[in-house]
């Protein structure tokens, strides 16, 4: 039976007075209420540090967690029962813990309130979904227009080895030393490794702002906790305007060894660099790993340059193996975008000029019916088929590790994707490599959550 301890604690920093029809959504359990949300991503949280990826399964570990939100004169107070004993010391919870709660707690409100139910953003349109997810990172307090361009995104697979873990580590202590800052999904692997090293090198060079940032939302959060070095958490209300807060605020982006969501990821950034609009972006990207690493990079690039053609190459870097020459390579792209956006007199913080077509904004709700009806064929554009891939993908990982995905496959069997006969093939056979490479899941033997037609 799990450890558990009841508490009653305050949000650590600022979070406004709640009003009572705000504290009625989070104690609302129906289908409309906020607190089974509240409820999967603070358990997560307060699980931060213990490596898994299955919210389901840590939901049944804590079936009788619960968090209540309790409004008082002088501001909010939580009642936490049965919560991970893990996330206290001496009956106190670790403040960064704390932080991170008050962060979900805090988005959660602003989404709804601000966001999802307000008159204020259509989120029908580009233009009105670019302006909430700016609006949202505002809120959360991520946006710093008095510094210069120092955000390096860093992607990557949760599930990866040792090996590709501490490479990680010497690459974001080589970004470190170059007073490079780090955004990531925020959760383990590929996502806390670099803001290790990172931090050790901002401890060297005595940066003292250092800055982690952590970018996730709900399904994510509730798999996958922030790790313990975020020191900014901001919760989007899905995964595509959280894939838009992360290339609107970084400066430069680097890829490490992943999975399908490395390749959502990365099918997501290159859909974009390759509309038209996009020609003349300054945006360096990087994909690297340790020696080992190579196969998987070489057969993600062919599967890039066969769905999205030769001219994809032009947009990243493969490099391998070499910490000290990805972190030069990216201090060198970031001051030319530093260049760059002074020229056209942009703002550093959020990068407005990026063009995102709607197909990468539209909310993608992986059900057994619009998996099936997804167009993989090469008979697009190439920016299109980018963003089905990229749904298909979204899928995958729904299937993987999100609670709603794998109760759709529990109840109704696997996802059925159908696409043209070569494609087919080479998506098989990328699929395929994760599953033998191990870089499906944390733990256990993979069961496939998909079936390709």
Known sequence: MANTISSTISPEGSLEILSQHEVNRLHDTSRSGLHELLRSCALAVLNSGNPTDDGLALMETYPDFDIEVIQQDRGVRLKLTNAPAEAFVDGKMIRGIREHLSSVLRDIVYVYNEIQTHQRFDL???????????????????????????????????SISREEYDYTKHVGYQLGLRELDICTGCGPGAMKGPMKGANVAHAKQRRAEGRY???????????????????????????????????????????????????????????????????????????TGP??????????????????GDSVRELYDIIIDDPVEVARTMRKGIDGVTEYRRRRQDAFYYNWRLTVARDFQAPFDPTHETMANLALHREQPVHELAANLRRAFSGIVAGNVKERGIRLIEAHGPFRLNAEPELMARLDELLNSFVAQGRMKLAGEYEPCYTLN
């Not at 609006?135 to 955000?151: E, Q």
């Not at 190579?294 to 066969?306: N, P, Q, S």
């Open 291 to 308: 020696a080992d690493s190579a196969d998987y990079f070489k057969r993600i690039d062919e599967f890039l340059v066969y769905t999205l």
């Open 124 to 158: 029908t349109t580009g233009e009105g979904t670019t302006n909430a997810v700016f609006h949202i990172l505002r809120k959360a307090g991520t946006l710093h227009p008095s510094r210069d361009p120092s955000m390096v995104v860093c992607w990557g697979g949760h």
């Open 213 to 287: 940032l952590g970018v996730s939302e709900p399904g994510i959060i509730a798999a996958e906790a922030p790790n313990p070095i975020v020191n900014e958490l901001v919760v989007m209300p899905d995964i595509e305007k959280r894939l838009e807060a992360f290339v609107r605020l970084g400066h430069g982006i680097i890829v490490f060894p992943g999975g399908v969501g490395t390749a959502e990821e990365i099918l997501y950034l290159l859909g974009i660099l390759l509309h038209p609009d996009n020609a003349d972006m300054q945006l360096p990207v990087i994909l």
